[in-house]
């Protein structure tokens, strides 16, 4: 699975955009790009996933570039709710379904 | 939908005790795994599942035993508990079928203490 890069920390503030970036310059063709975020030590949540499309879903938008070496992960409005650690992972759908966490962006929603 | 349960929520062990996490999941799904995550970092795969009897070794393996004798349940055994064992455990479970959405759903987690 191809490597991934997030900036450590990430502020923003309540209602605003924020967009979060990640690096995945190895990024093989058949890689999707997946996001989640971990609230205060909870267990993970998916956010969105993509290809090479652009995405939306109720959480977020997701913009892959088009040589898909980059992407950035959109939380339109945010909210303190969405306080938490982004990870921007890098893998193949099918098959076993091993994630690879890196350390991920401390995203702060300041009010 | 419960989802994916773990119990217990928190435990504390001496050294060289074992015990077992246990985990659920009613989503039929194929996969499932364990993961553990230390203070400030990433989660690391321990083993997965990708069906009823049939378990691997994922990134973290040592000291930890599975076994997956129905699709809903995948149990981490701790053999005999080391300091170093000492960690938050989330298991986690998917479909693995690339027609449906590979979204994988994690529980609430155990928090393991050992002394």
């Known amino acids: 699975d191809a490597k991934t890069t997030q900036p450590p920390s990430m502020d923003c503030a309540e209602g605003r955009a924020a967009n979060l970036p990640c690096n995945h310059s190895?990024?093989?063709?058949?890689?999707?790009v997946y996001w989640y975020r971990q609230i205060h030590s909870q267990g993970p949540q998916y956010i969105i996933h993509g290809l090479k499309n652009n995405e939306t879903n109720e959480m977020a938008s997701l913009i892959i570039t088009e040589d898909r070496k980059s992407s950035t992960l959109i939380l339109p409005h945010a909210t303190l709710r969405d306080t938490a650690v982004y990870y921007c992972?890098?893998?193949?759908?099918?098959?076993?379904?091993?994630?690879?966490f890196g350390q991920g962006t401390r995203l702060t929603i300041n009010p | 939908n419960a989802g994916v349960t773990q119990t217990p929520k928190f435990q504390v062990l001496k050294t060289g005790q074992s015990m077992t996490l246990q985990c659920a999941q009613d989503m039929n799904h194929e996969y499932m795994s364990w993961y553990r995550q230390d203070p400030g970092m990433g989660l690391r795969l321990i083993h997965y599942s990708v069906g009823a009897g049939i378990t691997d070794q994922g990134e973290v393996p040592n000291g930890y035993n599975v076994s997956r004798s129905t699709t809903e349940d995948f149990p981490l055994r701790l053999l005999s508990a080391a300091p170093s064992q000492t960690s938050v455990y989330f298991c986690?479970?998917?479909?693995?079928?690339?027609?449906?959405?590979?979204?994988?759903?994690f529980g609430p987690g155990t928090r393991l203490t050992v002394l």
């Open positions: 190895t990024i093989s063709g058949n890689e999707y």
């Open positions: 986690a479970s998917s479909y693995l079928r690339l027609a449906v959405s590979n979204e994988q759903f």
């Open positions: 992972i890098v893998r193949v759908p099918q098959g076993a379904q091993k994630l690879v």
